[in-house]
Structures are given as C-alpha cells and as structure tokens.
C-alpha cells in the first residue's frame, strides 16, 4: 500500500513540478534547482507549490519526463555537467549520501542485502567525490545549500543500508561545506525526532505527512538564503591557495621542474614564455626549457613560442619563420609572442626600425589566424616611458627605466613617439581582425581603463593581460576606486592575470617561489578584498577591490581556459 501511494506522490510531482531539461519560461523570480535522490524526490513538488510567485523551482527529469533520481556522488560527478548547463541558477539546494551508504554487488553494482558487498562509494570515495562536485557547484556563482542525508531504521527493506553509517557521511559532509562556507539544512536532526510518524515502515521513504514537512522545511531555507545577503559572492585572503589561477605571463626557464610543483600547492599554472629579448644561444636555452617545463607538466604548464627578426631582410625569412613556428606547435606551443624589440630596437639593413605592422609579417600572422594560434604582443612600452624619471607615477616604472636607459624613451627623442608605437599596433589589427590577440601589459594603455576600454571595444578579437601593469590599476584607483571597480566588471570577460615572473638557469628554486608568491599573493589582495594594502610599486596604501568571485574567476582562470581550450589539462 505504502509503495502505491508513494508512487501516486511521484506521478503527481512529475506533473506539477518543471523540467530542467525544458524550456525555460521567461522569468524574474530567481531561479533554483533541486538535486536529490528520492528523498527529495518527494518533497520536491511541494517545494515547489509553497515558493510559487517566489522563485522558479526545478529538478532534473529523465528522458521520459519523469523525475530524475540524482542517485549517489558517482552518478552526480558523471551528470552534473548537464544539470548545471540548462539554465544560470541563482540557489542550488542538493543532497548525496542516501545511494552512496547502501551496499552493491561487487560485480554488477546492483542492489545488495549482502554485508560482506561493498558500499556504492566507501566513505573515503564519497568523501572525494563530494569535493569534487562542491568544485563544480561553486563554478556557477549560485548560492548553495548542503542537505544531510534523513534517518532511516536499521537494516530497512530493500538494499542493505546501516543505519550507523548515516551519521559518518554527515559529518564528512558537514567538514566539506564548513570549509566552503556553505550552509547546511540538517534534515537529519530535523527529521530524527519524528521518524515514527513521518517515515513509511521499515523504508528510508516518507509518508505524505512527512514529504510536506520535509517540504516546508526545504522551502524555509530557501527563503532564507535567496534573502539573506550571499558570504559567497566574494573570496578572502585565506582562499588563496584552494582557488583555480592561471599566471597567463610567466618566464621559467630554468631545468629544475620543482618551481612548477610548489605553483601547484597554490593552485597556479603557467603561461610560460619565450620572449626574443636575448642572442640567438640564450634563446635556444629558453625555448628549450619551456618545452621541458611543459613535458615534465602537461597539465600545469603551457608554452608560448616566439620568433627571431634576425635577417629580416632575406628572401627566405617568412618561410623559415614559418617552419620553426610549426616546429614549436608541434612540441606544444599554443602561443606566439612578438616583443618591444620589434619598434623600438630591431632593424633592417637599411637601418630603419622595424614596426609590427610592416607587410613583411602578414605572412607570419595570417599563418597564425589559420592555425588558430594566438598571438601574444607586448609592443610600446608604459606611457611613462616617454616621460623623466621624477614625472613617472608608479616606482617599478622608474626603476625599470633607470636600470635599462636604452628602452627610455624620453631619453631617445628621434624614437618613434608613444603614440606611433601604439598606432602601429593598431594598424597591425585591423589587417588581421581574425587572429586572436593577447595584449601584454594591459595593451600599453595601463595609465587609463578608459583608453583601453576604447581599445577592447575597437578590437573584439584582443583581450588584455595584467602583467607587469597592475600597479598602474592601483594609482588609478587610489584616485577613483569605483572607475577601476567598474571598468574590471564591464571587461571581466576580457582581462586575464599575468605577473610577468621570472625564474632564471642559476635561480634558486625555493627563494624564487618565496618572492614571486609574495607578488601573487598581493595581487590577490588587491583583487579580492578591501583591505588597505602595502605595494613596493606605489609611496602610499591601495585599497582593495573586493572584486566579486564571478569576476575573480574569469580573471585569474576562466578567461585563459576559453582563450587557450587545449592547454592545462583542459578544463578544471
């Protein structure tokens, strides 16, 4: 009888209650989703009547249009992709733990009573594969809520589950999301009092009574949390090291492949690169070491090749161009970058400078587009460049030019000007509005977002790295704050972290880690909180962005995996 009306309940609940997989009614209520077994298989379609007019609520469906028993963590981490993909939830309220305890025939995983037969995921197993979807949940901004899993009596019919095990997956559980900082409804302890009244005898199913309080209950807590002001939007200074990040302008060029070890206890990977800024044997040696770095870590480093201008003039020089450049793809180069020297020291036998938009490299960049390989600039040089010593705004520019008074411009008037170097740029995108483009150091106009906002929205196949250039955005927002704040928000889609860190063939591994993760770690600051902060770069403190973990994420991750598909392991 009890199976009868439970079933009853199911049919009616795959009436009322939406399907993820349908289509999507235009709507302003915010949007959440159920993830559960058959518990809240249950439970759902109340849910769902009590916040009508308040939030649009869902759950998976199967391909027959009926509810989708979301099972134990081993068939969420094969299906949760497809769940989270329909629609961009605003709550997800979800359980796992109820298949996870029962125990399995070792061969065919179907249901067992036997208690010598494994469970569907042991506690360490469901353990991991929680986190793991902790991580997928996390990457869709929406609110969470965990549900523990509800008692039952010992030994109920159907698949052996022990009653004792329920209180150790909760508790692994509960560790899970107090480190993540996400609530908790405890269904458990809610329910434990009333187990005689509210569950169907000898089952691990509810009476009605007890799916519309479990309903009532689940509904609360949604209120709750769709009302309360989300802890979640932002990271801290503390979530460092537990955050996907991806330094998109990084130098290792060193044999040593433990620097990339200790990057990857901060959970950094590298965009390493070869800059042509050395004679032909240093570059060997670095176009080498990039290729061994990424050998020894397909999966946390990417290399980014380059090419020499030496002997520009030949007949021969875009074919051998060409070829070496395919030689690298070949070893697993997903980048090119071109250099400062190209305008501003490289020339031709005619003694005139090189500039990037000079025909002789549309070849070379048409070649690039075909192959869909991006192209990497750092061309021109900070504003400051151009400027005396006492007149520049940020320290790192000034002690740059002191040590290298060959790239200070102010110092070279029969130079191309600031201005020449970026329209050469320029001119160099609008022929090859098909190759992508990764502008370097904040497309040299780090001295105003609003001139580079100018450039993105010119250029919409260009994105812009930070490298070297952050303490540009932090003189302008110790000016005006909010300017910097909005600017990053409107282009979060288009700005990528980059430190433009070094690790050289004679550095010591550990004391170059310590350095440049103390670099790291202030970006981090300035991007992620509001504290005043301390930077070399700049006389006085900087406050904090507090940038939201939606943007974060972009920044430091998201934007390089979209940019560069095949790299780092694919996706996270």
């Given at each position: 009888?009890?199976?009868?009306?439970?079933?009853?309940?199911?049919?009616?609940?795959?009436?009322?209650?939406?399907?993820?997989?349908?289509?999507?009614?235009?709507?302003?209520?915010?949007?959440?989703?159920?993830?559960?077994?058959?518990?809240?298989?249950?439970?759902?379609?109340?849910?769902?009547?009590?916040?009508?007019?308040?939030?649009?609520?869902?759950?998976?469906?199967?391909?027959?249009?009926?509810?989708?028993?979301?099972?134990?963590?081993?068939?969420?981490?094969?299906?949760?992709?497809?769940?989270?993909?329909?629609?961009?939830?605003?709550?997800?309220?979800?359980?796992?733990?109820?298949?996870?305890?029962?125990?399995?025939?070792?061969?065919?995983?179907?249901?067992?009573?036997?208690?010598?037969?494994?469970?569907?995921?042991?506690?360490?197993?469901?353990?991991?594969?929680?986190?793991?979807?902790?991580?997928?949940?996390?990457?869709?901004?929406?609110?969470?809520?965990?549900?523990?899993?509800?008692?039952?009596?010992?030994?109920?019919?159907?698949?052996?589950?022990?009653?004792?095990?329920?209180?150790?997956?909760?508790?692994?559980?509960?560790?899970?999301?107090?480190?993540?900082?996400?609530?908790?409804?405890?269904?458990?302890?809610?329910?434990?009092?009333?187990?005689?009244?509210?569950?169907?005898?000898?089952?691990?199913?509810?009476?009605?009574?007890?799916?519309?309080?479990?309903?009532?209950?689940?509904?609360?807590?949604?209120?709750?949390?769709?009302?309360?002001?989300?802890?979640?939007?932002?990271?801290?200074?503390?979530?460092?090291?537990?955050?996907?990040?991806?330094?998109?302008?990084?130098?290792?060029?060193?044999?040593?492949?433990?620097?990339?070890?200790?990057?990857?206890?901060?959970?950094?990977?590298?965009?390493?690169?070869?800059?042509?800024?050395?004679?032909?044997?240093?570059?060997?040696?670095?176009?080498?070491?990039?290729?061994?770095?990424?050998?020894?870590?397909?999966?946390?480093?990417?290399?980014?090749?380059?090419?020499?201008?030496?002997?520009?003039?030949?007949?021969?020089?875009?074919?051998?161009?060409?070829?070496?450049?395919?030689?690298?793809?070949?070893?697993?180069?997903?980048?090119?970058?071109?250099?400062?020297?190209?305008?501003?020291?490289?020339?031709?036998?005619?003694?005139?400078?090189?500039?990037?938009?000079?025909?002789?490299?549309?070849?070379?960049?048409d070649h690039l587009a075909k192959r869909g390989v991006v192209l990497m600039g750092h061309l021109g040089e900070p504003k400051n460049c151009w400027l005396p010593l006492e007149q520049m705004t940020v320290n790192n520019d000034r002690g740059y030019f002191r040590r290298n008074p060959q790239y200070h411009m102010y110092l070279h008037p029969e130079m191309p000007s600031y201005e020449e170097q970026i329209a050469a740029r320029d001119r160099m995108l609008e022929k090859h509005s098909d190759l992508p483009f990764l502008a370097a150091h904040l497309a040299s106009l780090e001295w105003s977002v609003e001139e580079l906002a100018k450039f993105l929205d010119r250029f919409p196949h260009a994105v812009a790295g930070t490298a070297a250039r952050m303490s540009h955005l932090?003189?302008?927002?110790?000016?005006?704050?909010?300017?910097?704040?909005?600017?990053?928000?409107?282009?979060?889609?288009?700005?990528?972290?980059?430190?433009?860190?070094?690790?050289?063939?004679?550095?010591?591994?550990?004391?170059?880690?310590?350095?440049?993760?103390?670099?790291?770690?202030?970006?981090?600051?300035?991007?992620?909180?509001?504290?005043?902060?301390?930077?070399?770069?700049?006389?006085?403190?900087?406050?904090?962005?507090?940038?939201?973990?939606?943007?974060?994420?972009?920044?430091?991750?998201?934007?390089?995996?979209?940019?560069?598909?095949?790299?780092?392991?694919?996706?996270?």
């Open positions: 009888m009890w199976f009868s009306r439970y079933m009853q309940g199911l049919v009616f609940a795959w009436m009322v209650l939406p399907a993820v997989h349908a289509e999507q009614p235009a709507t302003q209520l915010p949007k959440v989703l159920l993830i559960g077994d058959s518990i809240s298989m249950g439970y759902a379609p109340i849910v769902h009547g009590l916040l009508d007019g308040e939030a649009y609520v869902t759950r998976p469906l199967n391909k027959q249009g009926g509810y989708l028993n979301c099972e134990g963590t081993t068939r969420g981490l094969q299906l949760l992709e497809t769940w989270l993909a329909a629609d961009d939830w605003d709550l997800i309220h979800f359980n796992f733990g109820l298949h996870d305890l029962k125990h399995v025939h070792p061969e065919t995983g179907r249901n067992s009573t036997n208690p010598d037969h494994p469970q569907q995921a042991n506690l360490a197993q469901y353990t991991r594969n929680l986190r793991k979807i902790v991580r997928q949940l996390q990457a869709t901004r929406a609110k969470m809520i965990f549900a523990t899993t509800t008692p039952y009596p010992d030994k109920p019919g159907g698949p052996l589950r022990r009653a004792d095990q329920v209180a150790k997956y909760n508790t692994a559980a509960f560790e899970i999301m107090r480190e993540h900082g996400i609530r908790v409804n405890d269904l458990h302890d809610f329910v434990l009092p009333h187990m005689d009244k509210w569950l169907l005898p000898n089952n691990v199913h509810f009476r009605v009574v007890g799916n519309r309080a479990l309903a009532r209950r689940v509904a609360e807590a949604i209120r709750e949390a769709l009302a309360a002001p989300s802890t979640q939007d932002h990271y801290t200074a503390d979530n460092f090291s537990k955050v996907e990040k991806i330094d998109i302008h990084f130098h290792l060029h060193s044999e040593d492949t433990r620097f990339v070890e200790l990057a990857q206890r901060d959970r950094f990977r590298l965009l390493n690169i070869a800059t042509q800024s050395a004679p032909p044997e240093v570059m060997r040696y670095k176009h080498r070491t990039i290729f061994l770095q990424h050998k020894a870590h397909p999966e946390h480093v990417a290399p980014v090749s380059s090419f020499s201008v030496e002997g520009w003039d030949a007949s021969d020089w875009q074919e051998k161009t060409i070829r070496f450049l395919d030689e690298t793809f070949e070893k697993g180069a997903v980048g090119v970058k071109v250099w400062k020297n190209i305008g501003m020291s490289a020339r031709g036998q005619d003694g005139q400078l090189v500039m990037i938009d000079d025909p002789q490299f549309d070849p070379i960049f932090q003189y302008q927002s110790q000016r005006d704050r909010e300017k910097v704040i909005h600017f990053i928000t409107q282009y979060q889609d288009r700005l990528l972290y980059g430190s433009d860190s070094g690790v050289g063939q004679d550095d010591s591994i550990d004391s170059r880690y310590l350095a440049i993760r103390e670099r790291w770690l202030r970006d981090w600051r300035y991007l992620t909180t509001d504290d005043m902060i301390s930077v070399p770069e700049l006389d006085q403190p900087v406050r904090g962005l507090a940038l939201r973990k939606a943007v974060v994420d972009k920044i430091y991750s998201r934007n390089a995996r979209k940019l560069f598909p095949q790299s780092w392991g694919g996706s996270p």
